[in-house]
Each structure stands twice: as C-alpha cells, then as structure tokens.
C-alpha cells in the first residue's frame, strides 16, 4: 500500500510563506514525477508544480516567481516554498506521485497515481 502524507498548511496573511511537505511511502519501486495540485471553494483542482526525478520543474504561470518546488529523492519527498502569498492562492493542496509499485514478493510491479488527502491553504487579506 502507498501512502502520501502532506504536512504545513495553515492560515497565513497575504505576502506571508509557508512550506508545504508531503512524504510517500510503502511499496515503492520508484518515483518519476512529484507534483502539487490545488482546488478552490468552487473550481477545478489545478496544477501548481512538478518536478520530474531528474529535477526539471514546471509551474503554472499563476505561480511563477514565487513558488518552488523541490524534491528529495532520497526521502521520497516533495516540498513547495511559497512566498508572496496572496488570497487568490487559497485552495485545499495536493500532492500527488507518478509512480511504479512493487509487490511485497518482488515478483511484480505496476504504475500507480497516487493522491495526498490534501492541506488546506488559507491566505487572508
């Protein structure tokens, strides 16, 4: 079983920072791209950012210059630095992993997409 578990979020003034973690763990044979996605009251879920095993990055331009994300491969983990906050950035955030599971005897393995129960971001003006 693959779990993907998001810390950081919380509520923080228009222009603050906060620092979102999310770490996944189980079964993992490996992990190609990490990323965070968002949804506001009333929208689509959204993309944020990715970032690729080897570290090449994508952001929505909403984003651009102001968050960052980053990744530990070691840890299984991705992060997204956000600065310049602003109210529009409130949304619930998910992180989300494109990766291959292996069974617990070694004898196979699949492609899984696999979701965060997602941290609520609130930015107040």
């Known amino acids: 079983q693959v779990q993907l578990v998001e810390s950081g979020g919380g509520l923080v003034q228009a222009g603050g920072s906060l620092r979102l973690s999310c770490a996944a763990s189980?079964?993992?044979?490996?992990?190609?791209?990490m990323g965070w996605y968002r949804q506001a009251p009333g929208k689509q879920r959204e993309l944020v950012a990715t970032?690729?095993?080897?570290?090449?990055?994508n952001y929505a331009d909403s984003v651009k210059g102001r968050f960052t994300i980053s990744r530990d491969n070691a840890k299984n983990t991705v992060y997204l630095q956000m600065n310049s906050l602003k109210p529009e950035d409130t949304a619930v955030y998910y992180c989300?992993?494109?990766?291959?599971?292996?069974?617990?005897?070694?004898?196979?393995?699949?492609?899984?997409?696999?979701w965060g129960q997602g941290t609520q971001v609130t930015v107040s003006s």
């Open positions: 989300n992993a494109d990766l291959e599971r292996i069974g617990p005897d070694l004898l196979w393995r699949d492609h899984y997409d696999g």
């Open positions: 970032i690729t095993s080897g570290g090449s990055t």
């Open positions: 189980g079964n993992i044979f490996s992990i190609h791209t």
